[in-house]
């Protein structure tokens, strides 16, 4: 059985498979960075954002009306849309604001467990308020829907912020498909094989380097 989010192959560990789990410590593990890199993130947006603003800066030469600040932007970081629909099974991630995207879950989430809304409604209360629930919705069906999501999401803000953790190449065969292929990323704790797809803990990838040594 494998981690359901689409990006992820990862085989489920047994001990992720006992406290079923759908998704896998790794893509958890990311999900819990990405909604913890959300400040800053926004801290930079509205910055560019005003930047923007007063610099009356943009393409020139267009016959749209000059915009106040980046239209991306100011997507992301607008109020999210009234009445937000919960649509765990839609993508409605492109231009939808990080508001929007964060309290559909933390209304379908609240309602499911059920648990008491986050009291404001901020990017930074909504991704605060998810973190300690991504272990229950990570059993949930929708989790590899929640993960897409976020990633979405995160993408996007990432593409404006160029925030983005760095990736490094790490010189070690893949344990499953051994090609040279993995890579870490900043803050996380996994590295992952860009063929494959499988990540590995530091622990697992020193317990094959020790089966190849002593093979
Ligand atoms: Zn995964
Ligand atoms: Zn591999």
Known sequence: M???????TRELRDHEIASAQLLCDPCLHRMR?????????????REGSMQREVGGGGRTGTRTAPLPGRLDTLNLVGPAAAGTVVDPHGDQTGDM?????????????????????PQRQTEEALADWLIPHLGWSSQQPWSG????????????????????????????????????????TDGDQYTRCGFCGTSYTTQELNDDAERRAAA
């Open 2 to 8: 494998t981690c359901i989010a689409s990006t992820c």
């Open 33 to 45: 960075g990405w909604l913890q890199s959300i400040p800053a993130q926004l801290f930079v947006l």
């Open 97 to 117: 604001p990080i508001a929007g995207v964060l309290s559909s879950w933390v209304l379908l989430i609240a309602e499911e467990r059920p648990a008491r809304l």
């Open 145 to 184: 829907e929640l993960h897409d999501e976020l990633h979405g999401m995160m993408r996007a803000i990432w593409g404006i912020t160029a925030l983005q953790p760095r990736t490094r190449a790490i010189s070690r065969p893949c344990p499953r498909c051994d090609r040279l292929e993995l890579s870490r």
